[in-house]
């Protein structure tokens, strides 16, 4: 796997997590632009509704009532990239992984937070779901690389798969409901 072939010797890692970091913080500022011309037009009601919508679609996806296609960009990272040097290439690479528009998804979660951004956020409330994807992916990441057994790390994530799916999706209804409650209140 990429992640934890020679490329992240030295200190290609921390360029690979600020990418990521860049890249959440882009997307979450323009998904804040983007929504700016639907927010004008959509009432607080309605983003409550689709926001709702796609919560309980992702949630049953997550805990494995049926499987739901997301769009993403589903292809791996030209080897270009790594290609182009240690520290640009990793920061190139994170980059496009921390905008969520280059690489795989492996799950529909991150979909509800660009509908609330889009369809509810202010300039603040973007960059910090940005910041947090970013850093969610980093996170992700770097636990892998620093386990050291990255094969067992693998086996053990594959172990726990459905279990952490249900507890994100339960985590991330418990964040979004109060931002639904605040919405609708509008």
Do not use: K, Y
């Not at 609330?116 to 992700?140: D, H, K, N």
């Amino acid at each position: 796997m990429l992640l934890s072939s020679s490329v992240w010797r030295g200190n290609a890692r921390w360029w690979f997590s600020g990418g990521l970091l860049a890249g959440g913080v882009t997307s979450g500022l323009v998904a804040v632009v983007v929504g700016s011309l639907f927010r004008p037009v959509i009432t607080p009601i309605v983003a409550v509704v689709l926001i709702v919508a796609l919560l309980l679609a992702v949630a049953a996806q997550e805990v494995g009532l049926f499987t739901l296609s997301l769009p993403q960009n589903a292809r791996q990272v030209p080897q270009s990239i790594i290609q182009d040097g240690e520290q640009i290439g990793a920061l190139q690479f994170g980059f496009e992984m921390g905008t969520g528009v280059r690489t795989f998804m492996t799950s529909g979660l991150p979909h509800v937070l660009l509908l609330c951004v889009l369809l509810l956020a202010g300039w603040p409330t973007a960059l910090l779901s940005g910041l947090a994807f970013g850093a969610g992916r980093a996170w992700m990441t770097l636990s892998r690389l620093w386990h050291g057994d990255v094969v067992a790390w693998d086996m053990a994530l594959a172990e726990r798969d459905r279990f952490i799916r249900v507890v994100l999706a339960g985590a991330a209804t418990v964040v979004v409901i109060p931002i639904l409650i605040a919405a609708a209140e509008m």
